[in-house]
């Protein structure tokens, strides 16, 4: 059984998180780090989540990622295997079903890349969109509190709605 799903008022502490986890992160990897982004909906001002940070980083090649295991393993990040996303690797702080923060190691500028680039800016830019996201993410926590499975895929059509219009609002520019 999973760990209740708990979304939690959004909080300035989840920044300044970021900010000192980018630090020791660009102390670590920055031979291969581009670009050190805050993602997820603690990185969204006025949207509630899950308290865990998402940090993205882009490469240029994933496969250089796995020189950068032990020393992202010396400041508390494990390496999590996920066979069902080649295009990404991903590390977590913090223990299991109870991590602190996430990262998501992607090819810079690749379709993962600039989907979450393209959420995140969004929410940020349209509060009734950011609001009907919070919304949705309390009713779901609430019907599936203990299984972030169902919870994550129950939230997917939203975000994938919300990639799109993104999509069409920056080809008209």
């Known amino acids: 059984m999973d760990k209740q799903i708990v979304i939690e ?3 300035s502490d989840w920044g300044l998180s970021f900010n000192e986890e980018k630090k020791l992160l660009k102390a670590v990897i920055s031979d291969i780090a581009i670009s050190i982004e805050h ?6 001002k006025g ?7 998402d940090i993205m980083i882009g490469v240029c090649n994933l496969e250089e990622v796995g020189d950068f295991i032990e020393p992202l393993s010396n400041i508390g990040y494990e ?3 996920h066979k069902e996303f080649p295009n990404r690797r991903f590390f977590r702080k913090g223990l299991w079903r109870a991590g602190t923060h996430h990262l998501h190691i992607y090819r810079y500028e690749s379709e993962e890349w600039n989907s979450n680039i393209l ?3 969004y929410l940020r830019k ?5 609001n009907q996201y919070n919304q949705l993410k309390i009713q779901l926590a609430q ?5 972030r499975v169902k919870y994550t895929e129950a939230k997917a059509p939203f975000i994938t709605d919300v ?6 609002e920056t080809k008209c520019r």
Request: proline share 5%; with cysteine; net charge positive.
């Open 9 to 11: 008022k959004y909080t």
């Open 39 to 44: 993602i997820g909906s603690t990185s969204v």
């Open 47 to 53: 949207l509630g989540a899950k308290p865990i940070v």
């Open 79 to 81: 390496h999590v295997f």
């Open 119 to 121: 959420f995140r800016n």
């Open 126 to 130: 349209h509060p009734d969109v950011r």
């Open 143 to 147: 019907k599936y509190s203990c299984d």
């Open 163 to 168: 990639i799109h219009k993104a999509k069409d």
